[in-house]
């Protein structure tokens, strides 16, 4: 029998690496704290929960800006530095899982699904074209692109429902539901996969469709179904 996609983590305590110690806890609604005292932290806008008087808040740039302005993406993300402890939380249930990048590995993210990064993390994004925008009212969709360009460091995800990981070998693959996909690694190739089905009655039919992923490398599976909207 194939191997079952693991569940990761949920609670971690005291893990340090890529310059930062942190903690996830919490069951419905998680908290990441992180000690930002060694190096920064860049984060989304809006998910800061509570932080040490001691850490200022300032704007991180992004590469590539005038693309992404032209993208309708964010040009900048918040940045957390000094000495001390800031903790974020998602406004909405679900698991907040680490990535840990060595120097030079990249991991692929879903839109939107971005929680927090260590400074020393390049963030880049692509948009998805072709037979998946067929999905998405052909108009497609980003995934975003973290590379750990500058040595060892972290990206943390929030996850809705529960979040389980699959390790594909070469060739291996493995069909998900086009919103259960998280995080995948950049050895991973995505495509989309649609069934046309039909019943024979009055004509009806219907499409059935998948995203197929194809090893090797990790992929990220969340259990609570998610569309985004601009993949309407």
Do not use: C
Request: glycine fraction near 12%; hydrophobic fraction near 40%.
């Amino acid at each position: 029998m194939p191997s079952l996609p693991e569940l990761m983590p949920t609670q971690v305590s005291d893990e340090t690496f890529g310059g930062v110690t942190y903690h996830i806890a919490g069951e419905l609604v998680p908290v990441l704290s992180v000690d930002v005292t060694r190096m920064p932290v860049y984060f989304e806008h809006h998910i800061l929960l509570w932080k040490n008087s001691t850490i200022t808040i300032g704007l991180k740039s992004l590469k590539g800006a005038l693309k992404r302005m032209m993208a309708g993406m964010q040009i900048f993300v918040t940045e957390a530095s000094g000495a001390g402890i800031i903790a974020f939380s998602r406004d909405g249930p679900g698991h907040i899982v680490p990535i840990h990048l060595r120097r030079g590995e990249e991991i692929q993210v879903r839109e939107h699904q971005f929680l927090a990064a260590t400074g020393n993390v390049d963030y880049t994004f692509e948009r998805v074209r072709g037979l998946a925008t067929m999905l998405f009212g052909q108009s497609g969709f980003f995934i975003d692109r973290f590379r750990g360009d500058s040595g060892d460091g972290i990206v943390w995800l929030h996850g809705y429902g529960n979040v389980f990981e699959k390790t594909l070998a070469a060739g291996e693959t493995i069909d998900i539901e086009p919103g259960g996909w998280l995080f995948k690694d950049a050895s991973v190739r995505m495509e989309t996969k649609i069934d046309r089905l039909s019943s024979g009655f009055f004509g009806a039919n219907m499409n059935f469709i998948v995203n197929r992923f194809t090893g090797p490398g990790r992929v990220g599976i969340q259990s609570m179904y998610l569309h985004m909207p601009t993949e309407e």
